[in-house]
């Protein structure tokens, strides 16, 4: 597609549950990034993968935060057991990582709401 | 830890005055800074700077780094109603890593 596209745009869950976000990122980008903004806070980096490896897991707030990337394109974000201070819209970048700078370009994101 | 920060937080002036934007940065390992639009969830790209004292120009928006005070500003001229966002600063800091500051609400009232 034209641009990263992420899935769903919203979740509302109970706490507890698990959930997975899902980013396209654009064609022939081999950098991916997954951020979340909290209300009223920057954003925060979570996860970096370039291909299919993450050699940037640093920003995982719990174990419960798993991500993962296959054929180089598509990232699935995971939270498992679900708690209210996970409520934040996720963001998904990527870039092409061809040169140096790259600039990010982001999805819509995800809005998820933990109930 | 790298840091970043933005000022002022929120600034809300009328249709036509000028405003600058100010970010500070405190990383290990600087390559890039960037100034993000965000109206809705996600931020749009503005402007990359890499260098020291060569301003960025995109019609009403201009932005400028300074890697000795390590500062940037973004300056709107002229600001219209939909110029109201947030404004977001990162820096690129080593291994691919963004760090963004808290933003700058900006609110242009008619």
């Known amino acids: 597609g034209a641009g990263v596209s992420q899935s769903p745009s919203n979740k509302v869950t109970e706490k507890g549950k698990d959930v997975e976000l899902r980013c396209d990122p654009i064609s022939g980008h081999t950098a991916l990034y997954w951020y979340r903004q909290s209300l009223g806070q920057g954003l925060e980096f979570l996860i970096y993968f370039q291909g299919n490896s993450a050699p940037d897991k640093s920003g995982l707030p719990s174990d419960r935060f798993s991500a993962e990337r296959t054929g180089g394109s598509v990232s699935t974000l995971t939270i498992q057991r679900t708690q209210q201070e996970d409520s934040a819209v996720y963001l998904c970048?990527?870039?092409?990582?061809?040169?140096?700078?790259?600039?990010?370009?982001f999805g819509p994101g995800t809005r998820l709401t933990v109930l | 830890e790298d840091k970043v920060v933005q000022s002022p937080l929120s600034l809300v002036v009328h249709e036509g005055d000028t405003v600058t934007l100010n970010c500070s940065y405190e990383?290990?390992?600087?390559?890039?800074l960037l100034w993000y639009k965000q109206e809705k969830k996600a931020p749009t790209f503005l402007f990359m700077l890499?260098?020291?004292?060569i301003e960025k120009k995109s019609g009403r928006l201009s932005s400028i780094l300074d890697k000795k005070e390590l500062f940037s500003i973004l300056n709107i001229t002229a600001t219209q109603t939909g110029d109201s966002a947030i404004y977001l600063c990162?820096?690129?800091?080593?291994?691919?890593?963004?760090?963004f500051g808290q933003g700058t609400r900006l609110t242009i009232n008619p």
């Open positions: 890499t260098s020291s004292g």
């Open positions: 970048a990527s870039s092409s990582f061809d040169r140096f700078p790259d600039t990010q370009y």
């Open positions: 990383v290990t390992n600087f390559r890039s």
């Open positions: 990162a820096v690129e800091s080593g291994a691919q890593k963004l760090v």
